[in-house]
């Protein structure tokens, strides 16, 4: 049962405008959210985090908005730039301090 | 310096036969994973080790046996390979944080990944 969810698998923007990333999650209890990156070959890094108390978090390019009435969590980057090419997983995680993954979105930046 | 190392980087293997996967993490951290991530890009958490303890077992064939020599290293072995066997495998470290409302984990680092193939 996948309780995190990443409903696009991929994602094309144009260098310059602004990348929307998605994920929807199930479960009410979740308590803190991060979005991380990852390129090809490599292990994902932590880009941005929000706490469930919060509904914005920015930082540089990069803002996370959380909408827990509607368990929505959504990534923002701009300006996109072809160096932010890569996979986008968000994760989430429960009172019990346990991780879940989404799918991930790969997002492709055109020049 | 890298963070959280993993060893070997790739491995190509018959089925049935037995192979190691090493993670090395000099963070300081207390808390090691491990991470598999199937052909669907899921990242599925199967165990979590907090100072050399077992703390999560998920769902995995105890084929999967990780072992914890000491807090910087969490090492998986996975006895009689099967061809559903092949992902990548992350291992990753995190340590608690104390908020207000209690205590929590910190974003966790990753390895770079360990692709097992199973022939």
């Known amino acids: 049962d996948q309780q995190v969810k990443q409903n696009s698998p991929s994602l094309s923007v144009q260098e310059g405008r602004i990348s929307i990333l998605n994920c929807d999650y199930t479960?009410?209890?979740?308590?803190?959210f991060l979005w991380y990156k990852k390129y090809p070959a490599e292990g994902p890094t932590f880009l941005i985090s929000?706490?469930?108390?919060?509904d914005k978090n920015e930082d540089g390019r990069f803002t996370v908005f959380l909408n827990k009435s509607a368990k929505h969590l959504s990534l923002h980057i701009v300006p996109s730039q072809p160096g932010d090419s890569a996979v986008y997983f968000c994760a989430a995680i429960n009172l019990g301090n346990q991780f879940y993954f989404g799918t991930g979105t790969s997002l492709t930046v055109i020049p | 310096d890298t963070a959280v190392s993993q060893t070997p980087k790739y491995l190509v293997t018959q089925m049935g036969n037995d192979k190691s996967i090493k993670c090395e993490q000099n963070l300081g951290h207390d808390t090691m994973y491990w991470y598999k991530q199937d052909s669907k890009k899921f990242l599925k958490i199967m165990f979590s080790y907090n100072n050399k303890e077992l703390i999560i077992n998920e769902t995995v064939p105890n084929r999967f046996s990780p072992k914890s020599p000491d807090k910087a290293h969490l090492n998986l072995h996975i006895n009689s390979l099967e061809l559903g066997d092949s992902a990548v495998y992350f291992c990753?470290?995190?340590?608690?944080?104390?908020?207000?409302?209690?205590?929590?984990?910190?974003?966790?680092?990753f390895g770079p990944g360990t692709r097992l193939t199973v022939l």
């Open positions: 929000i706490s469930s108390i919060k």
């Open positions: 990753a470290s995190s340590q608690e944080v104390h908020g207000l409302a209690g205590r929590y984990t910190d974003t966790q680092y």
């Open positions: 479960n009410s209890m979740f308590d803190y």
